[in-house]
């Protein structure tokens, strides 16, 4: 592992910088994916651009009604100790606190792990879920991109060679909305997901009709994914378990998954009906908990 | 190319000229001549090099020494004052909770970042705590045992 380290002093110096080097400098957030990649071979890089001087990226801002942004260099652990995060979006909370470990989470950024672009990114399923704008900065200027265009497949997106993600914006959803995220590993901690499934769950005025559901999933399909057939089961429906069964058949068949080390196909498609129903179950049940008041 | 960094080690300031894709790890071990970090994987997936970093637990083979320059890193070996083992130490002297003693360095570590923010710690905290740490000998019910039979009411102003 040998490379020249580039540190620039604000987003803008940084921005200049890319512009110049382009591919050729890899940008180093929390180091927890790049600096191993590096160090096993697997990536090369003659330049290593760190954002570690760039505190104007590292804020969690609620922005009202509008919703809540969350600068790319914020920490795992600061995204999940977060009383904003855990107000408005207890799922991305939860996230972020089931990546590695306590060392992992407090070096990891939420931006490097959409960057990563890992088909197991814990905190996407959370942002999917959630509809959330990433904003893409570069010298030529910035440009709004929905997460579900952003992943391309595994560790790649559509960040152009001069471009840097500078913040992660929530919109605030409207109503009773009640969400879970939920990772399968063979241990708590340092586990990359075996399966990750999220679900949210919004109430139409009563406790039993769905206006709307949401399914995300992660470490199931190359890039992480909504289940969107699998969603369209719930609309304005009496919520009932032959619904929940069936949005979680129709979400796995929606994935597609590899065998690897850590799990066979036909084992992920399982989990995914599992994890599914659990999460349906769950985020139904935080739906119904809900006070509207509580997301001003 | 060599570069300049200045390192805040257990409250010494080191200058140092080192290559800039060197881990806070290698420097700490190589050029400061601090072994007690230990090097496992050397992948962040053992937790053997955790040092604190503004008073945070992090893998120390996952940060570059460069990046690391004007913060506060605390190592074992700043654990002890003058002279005087921290509680943490002792306790873990007087459970037994040490066997070939590779990964006791980062998990004192770990353990001195959760007491630091949460001073009664339950058992299911001090795992959550201890998780990114990996004891391979499997010692860990007497570490447990250790933590929680700190007397923090005694041992206070150590802490």
């Known amino acids: 592992m040998r490379f020249e380290l580039l540190q620039p002093g ?19 957030a929390g180091g927890t994916d790049l600096l191993v990649l590096l160090k096993d071979g697997k990536l090369k890089a003659q330049a290593v651009m760190s954002l570690g001087r760039l505190s104007e990226l590292n804020f969690i801002r609620s922005e009202g009604e509008r919703g809540v942004a969350i600068g790319a260099l914020v920490s795992h652990s600061d995204v999940a100790a977060s009383r904003i995060i855990q107000q408005r979006c207890p799922d991305l909370a939860e996230a972020c606190a089931q990546v590695g470990a306590a060392q992992i989470q407090n070096l990891g950024t939420l931006g490097g792990n959409l960057c990563n672009a890992s088909p197991a990114a814990d905190a996407a399923p959370p942002l999917l879920l959630m509809d959330a704008l990433l904003t893409l900065a570069s010298a030529r200027g910035e440009r709004r991109v929905a997460i579900h265009d952003f992943f391309l497949g595994p560790r790649r997106t559509v960040l152009e060679p001069d471009e840097i993600l500078q ?7 409207v109503g009773r909305r009640g969400a879970t995220y939920l990772k399968l590993g063979r241990r708590k901690a340092m586990e990359i997901a075996i399966v990750g499934v999220g679900v ?31 969603e369209a089961i719930f609309a304005n429906q009496e919520i009932r378990d032959e619904l929940i069964e069936e949005a979680a058949e129709v979400a796995a068949e929606e994935a597609s998954p590899i065998s690897d080390v850590r799990a066979t196909r036909g084992y992920r498609l399982d989990m995914i009906r599992v994890l599914c129903r659990r999460a349906a179950r769950e985020a139904l049940a935080r739906a119904r908990n809900h006070k509207a008041e509580g997301w001003r | 190319m060599k570069i300049p960094v200045t390192l805040k080690v257990n409250g010494e300031t080191y200058d140092l000229i080192i290559a800039p894709y060197r881990t806070l790890l290698d420097v700490l071990r ?10 496992g994987c050397d992948a962040g997936d053992c937790g053997a090099c955790t040092v604190l970093l503004d008073g945070k637990p992090v893998n120390a083979c996952l940060v570059l020494a ?23 130490q002792e306790a873990f002297v007087k459970e037994g909770a040490v066997q070939c003693g590779f990964c006791t360095p980062g998990i004192l570590m770990s353990l001195k970042a959760l007491l630091d923010s949460n001073p009664a710690p339950t058992l299911e905290e001090i795992k959550i705590a201890m998780a990114g740490n ?20 005694r041992d206070a102003g150590l802490f």
Do not use: W
């Open chain 1, 10 to 28: 604000s987003l803008a110096e940084a921005l200049e910088m890319k512009k110049d080097h382009r591919e050729r400098a890899k940008i180093l």
């Open chain 1, 167 to 173: 913040e992660i914006f929530v919109p605030q959803p």
């Open chain 1, 200 to 230: 949210a769950i919004h109430l139409n005025g009563s406790d039993r009709i769905v206006s709307e559901c949401r399914i995300a999933m992660s470490s199931v399909a190359p890039t992480p994914l909504r289940a969107r057939r699998g």
């Open chain 2, 30 to 39: 190589e050029e400061i001549h601090l072994t007690g970090s230990k090097k």
């Open chain 2, 66 to 88: 460069a990046t690391a320059q004007d913060r506060e890193i605390l190592t074992i070996e700043g654990l002890a004052r003058n002279g005087k083992l921290h509680p943490l």
């Open chain 2, 134 to 153: 990996l004891c391979r000998c499997t010692g860990y019910s007497k570490m447990f045992k250790a933590v929680e039979s700190l007397d923090r009411s």
